[in-house]
């Protein structure tokens, strides 16, 4: 498959902008009960660092698509990170969630989300569930999200947390590089850990005319965000920037 590359950048992002690597932390990572299904995730006492995170962190950065902006106000970040961060919740870095695994900075998560360009009933695979924020903010979009993890601790609890929500997710424990082949083709791919090349098989799983938004570099060193469109048998790619991500764990 071609890849032909639009440079320079449309957009450059600070390093250390995203998720990066930190020492495994310990198992027992405690979160925040999650409110009873039926409960609105807005009823708590972040409603305002919500709005502020918003305004002060992604709009001034010119993320501008309402609904994303929407969903970033409503999703209750504060639910989704172990209690020991609780108070660092809506701050403009990224968090531990264990397992050597982050909860990306509020501006990466609403930006990546922009630009996929999703709309309502789309399909969208998500790689590194991490702790389920993500697929939160795509599935307040009235998307179909479907959401791969490698760490089955964090697989696991990110389903359950996501259910309690009531938020419409399927989650899989397995190799993210590998996708989600019964469920392909999808309109849109996110992926929240780098590889260091394009994994074929996501090419392979996505839409004519879908996006795949992916940092992509080496462990530790300059990785760069990019936003593929599929065209045919070619790939249009936009750099975003440069970033700095967990790596994209494999399988063994």
């Known amino acids: ?44 006492p972040y409603t305002q ?44 870095h990224p968090l531990p969630i264990g397992y050597g695994q982050t909860i990306s900075q509020p501006y990466i998560v609403a930006l990546m989300t922009e630009k996929i360009q999703v709309k309502r009933d789309d399909k969208v695979l998500e790689i590194g569930t ?31 947390r996501l259910k309690q929500l009531g938020y419409a997710v399927a989650v899989k424990q397995g190799d ?24 074929q098989p996501l090419v392979k799983q996505l839409k004519d005319g879908g996006r795949l938004v992916i940092p992509v570099g080496p462990q530790g060193g300059f990785q760069t965000l990019w936003q593929f469109t599929r065209q045919g048998n070619d790939l249009k790619a936009i750099d975003l920037g440069g970033v700095l991500f967990v790596p994209l764990v494999r399988g063994k």
């Open 1 to 44: 498959m071609r890849i032909s590359r639009i440079v320079p950048g449309v957009l450059v992002i600070a390093l250390a902008a995203c998720g990066y690597a930190r020492p495994a932390l310990t198992p027992t990572v405690a979160y925040l009960a999650s409110p009873s299904p039926g409960i609105s995730p807005t009823a708590d």
């Open 49 to 92: 660092s919500r709005k502020e995170m918003v305004v002060s962190q992604i709009q001034q950065r010119g993320v501008s698509a309402p609904d994303v902006l929407e969903a970033m106000n409503i999703v209750p970040r504060h639910l989704f990170v172990p209690t020991e961060y609780l108070s660092q919740a809506y701050a403009d």
């Open 130 to 160: 991490g702790s389920g924020y993500q697929a939160a903010v795509l599935a307040q979009l009235s998307v179909e999200v479907y959401s791969v993890e490698i760490v089955p601790e964090l697989a696991r609890a990110a389903d359950e």
């Open 176 to 199: 993210g590089y590998l996708g989600w082949e019964e469920h392909a083709p999808f309109d849109a791919i996110i992926v929240t850990a780098a590889p260091d090349h394009v994994p």
